[in-house]
């Protein structure tokens, strides 16, 4: 399937400026988003292929907007809903405790 | 309207990701503890020293690198590389007239057992956009100059097949280890962006 996703060959997104000396991960929250994808992969809530289309489907803007690990936390938000691990409802629960939390 | 306005994502991907964490563990899908020590391993287990493991042992042993060109997967294993992300290897050799150069287009497909995580310029647009349209140029970017008269080939690596550039051994490195060998191979030079600069004489670590 064609998609934003399918970058090779498209113009205009100016210079690759790699970073010397990188670490793995740049942010605490990078480091959780990898280890519970992993954990929620390992536990086979879900598949490689299904991982990669739910980064794919994401929207244009939000995609080229968006970090790598932004879109790992966006698929799988999407499809651990998808698979009805999880509901939206609980999620949002979840997300008003810790904002709340948070001040 | 209202009900898009309770479900909208908050913005702040450490909010959100603390509470996917917070609910899967309450749910008793994933074990917190779990999940540390795999961070922990992809921070300090696994990475680029893995693969330049794997080059330095084939620059000293010709009989591994004949079996690493014929069958990667099976010959990365030999060293105790296997897993996640590296179940199907291909070896490609950089030599005289050719040079390669690894990308994922379609998103971030990378050889984990050997290199670890990717860098984010890997997994990022300009990257993926171009090299497969203008190497060289790309390569420029890295400092890389590759002569006119060597062939850039470029792999574009997918989630059923990951690649690892063999680069060519330096000059002035004849009866050198293979743990000094291996510490000249660098990240970049695996993936292709870069090549391995010949040593200073005398420079033997």
């Given amino acids: 399937m064609n998609g934003v996703h399918d970058l090779g060959g498209m113009h205009g997104f100016g210079p690759i400026n790699p970073e010397p000396n990188e670490p793995v991960f740049h942010h605490e929250w990078e480091r959780r988003v990898f280890g519970v994808m992993m954990a929620a992969f390992g536990g086979g809530h879900f598949n490689v292929d299904q991982f990669r289309h739910g980064i794919e489907r994401m929207g244009a803007v939000e995609y080229l907007s968006g970090s790598y690990y932004e879109h790992w936390l966006h698929a799988l938000e999407a499809l651990l809903q998808e698979h009805g691990t999880i509901t939206v409802d609980e999620l949002a629960s979840k997300w008003k405790q810790f904002a709340e939390g948070a001040h | ?205």
């Fill in chain 2, 1 to 205: 309207m209202a009900e898009h306005a309770h479900t909208a994502p908050p913005s702040d991907p450490e909010l959100r990701i603390k509470a996917l964490e917070s609910l899967l563990a309450e749910k008793k899908l994933i074990d917190p503890a779990a999940v540390d020590a795999i961070i922990e391993t992809y921070e300090t287990k696994i990475g680029p020293r893995n693969g330049a493991r794997v080059v330095a042992r084939a620059w000293t042993d010709p009989e591994y690198k004949a079996r690493l060109l014929a069958d990667a997967t099976k010959a990365i294993a030999e060293l105790g590389f296997s897993g996640a992300q590296g179940e199907d290897m291909v070896v490609v050799e950089n030599t005289e007239e050719v040079h390669n150069v690894v990308v994922c287009t379609l998103c971030s497909c990378y050889p984990w057992p050997t290199l670890g995580l990717p860098p984010v310029w890997y997994k990022a647009a300009p990257y993926r956009a171009r090299v497969v349209s203008d190497p060289r140029g790309v390569l420029l970017e890295f400092g890389t100059v590759v002569s006119d008269d060597v062939e850039v080939r470029v792999w574009d690596s997918n989630a059923e097949l990951r690649y690892l550039v063999l680069p060519r051994r330096p000059e002035g490195t004849d009866g050198w280890s293979e743990e000094q060998l291996a510490a000249l191979v660098s990240r970049d030079s695996m993936i292709g962006t870069a090549t391995i600069p010949t040593p200073a004489p005398g420079a033997a670590p």
